[in-house]
């Protein structure tokens, strides 16, 4: 069970007990945005600094909460996140309104990985999700790899049904290819 703290909000949450962090909040997350409140904190990467506002990030995700240190809101923090830029604003981009536009597996994998680095569940399922979608013989080992690596089970087991099913041809020297 992971706790989710938010000292600007006074409480502790269980991720696990809660279905949507959004009705937590009664409605203060999507109120930031309508009401044009300023962004409040800063997520950068090497090449890329993106404004966002700190509630929002910290219910989508407690490690970036973490990393923010918890301070007070009189100054604009900045948590250095370890991702490159692209991945970064779609992420961010995400945690605004749970929306994601993937275009390739590979950009789908690396948002993987930050989704199961910085704690963001509901990023990790919908990319899982989709990488299901995309499961072929070019892609297999990285998919299989990402998901022992991320603790995926589903995306595990829906990889090693699709080498279960594609066995034959996996195996095909004919194909060029060999799983092994």
Wanted: with cysteine; proline share 1%; aromatic share 8%.
């Amino acid at each position: 069970m992971s706790l989710f703290a938010d000292r600007h909000m006074n409480n502790l949450i269980y991720i696990s007990d809660v279905d949507d962090l959004d009705e937590c909040y009664g409605g203060e997350i999507e109120n930031l945005v309508m009401e044009g409140e300023s962004p409040d904190v800063k997520l950068k990467t090497d090449n890329v600094v993106i404004s966002c506002h700190k509630t929002i990030v910290c219910t989508r995700s407690p490690v970036i909460c973490e990393l923010l240190g918890f301070l007070d809101d009189d100054g604009k923090d900045v948590a250095a996140i370890e991702v490159d830029g692209k991945t970064l604003k779609q992420m961010v981009d995400f945690m605004y309104d749970k929306q994601i536009e993937i275009k390739t597996y590979v950009a789908a994998l690396n948002l993987l990985a930050a989704g199961h680095k910085y704690l963001n569940l509901d990023l990790k399922e919908k990319i899982s999700e989709y990488l299901k979608t995309v499961i072929d013989l070019k892609n297999i080992y990285e998919i299989i790899v990402a998901a022992e690596t991320y603790e995926d089970e589903n995306l595990m087991r829906c990889t090693l049904q699709y080498i279960s099913d594609c066995r034959e041809e996996i195996t095909n020297k004919k194909s060029g290819r060999t799983f092994a």
